[in-house]
């Protein structure tokens, strides 16, 4: 699976993006979110608080009960600020 | 006529409005807005970044929304990236329909969602700090007003 990163999550984790496995009994967004805050120092400051960050699959807004498959593009950022 | 686009140059509202209303002439209203960069509390410069390929679908999608609420002619949705500063354009929304209602309506009805749901983030510089710019409460009440 591809994954992203934006904004502050992108600094605190030192990369834009990454391609890794599916790990097993990683079946949601919030599965990967508490993976992936175990990689790591950048990655514990990043997911320490999920009420924190927003999360998209496949390009769409997903909540952190969105299920995953292996070839997913999931992306991990701050709410929005746009416009 | 639709129009997305993320650039980091700058754009001319004229030619945009030029642009969509196309020569057409059964548009009889055009509205845009474009939000500017503030120089608030000492506010030197703006960075924004954006998630790619998302960003454009987001837009598409809303666009394809305000179609279905309001009969719209066309629209334009132009947003910036990279350093912005204060007093550079930021993001221009554009609408045409027959009628102004609509064209307000839906322009309004766009740069709520942009402002909530299109993927881009801000990073203010004030002097030598930097900080990401926080989602604001305001911005998402002024949204669900649509829902």
Redo the contacts between chains.
């Keep these: 699976m591809r994954l992203?990163y934006?904004?502050?999550v992108r600094q605190k984790i030192g990369r834009s993006e990454e391609t890794l496995a599916l790990p097993q009994d990683v079946s949601s967004v919030a599965d990967l979110a508490h993976w992936l805050a175990r990689r790591g120092e950048g990655y514990a400051g990043a997911f320490a608080d999920l009420s924190r960050l927003r999360a998209?699959v496949n390009?769409?807004?997903v909540g952190f009960d969105a299920p995953l498959g292996a070839d997913d593009e999931v992306?991990f950022?701050?709410?929005?600020?746009?416009? | 006529m639709r129009t997305i686009r993320i650039q980091t140059d700058a754009f001319d509202v004229s030619a945009e409005i030029a642009a969509l209303a196309g020569g057409q002439t059964d548009i009889g209203a055009i509205v845009s807005f474009s939000g500017h960069v503030r120089a608030d509390e000492g506010l030197t410069q703006l960075k924004l970044e954006h998630y790619p390929g998302m960003t454009e679908r987001e837009i598409a999608r809303h666009i394809d929304e305000a179609e279905r609420r309001w009969p719209l002619m066309g629209a334009s949705v132009i947003h910036r990236i990279g350093v912005l500063r204060p007093g550079d354009a930021i993001v221009l929304v554009a609408t045409a329909s027959r009628h102004r209602q609509a064209a307000f309506s839906a322009a309004e009805f766009l740069m709520d969602y942009l402002k909530t749901r299109a993927p881009f983030w801000k990073e203010e510089t004030r002097g030598t700090c930097t900080a990401w710019v926080q989602g604001r409460e305001s911005d998402t009440v002024q949204a669900k007003r649509w829902e």
């Design positions: 992203l934006f904004a502050w998209a390009q769409e807004h992306a950022f701050p709410p929005v600020t746009g416009g």
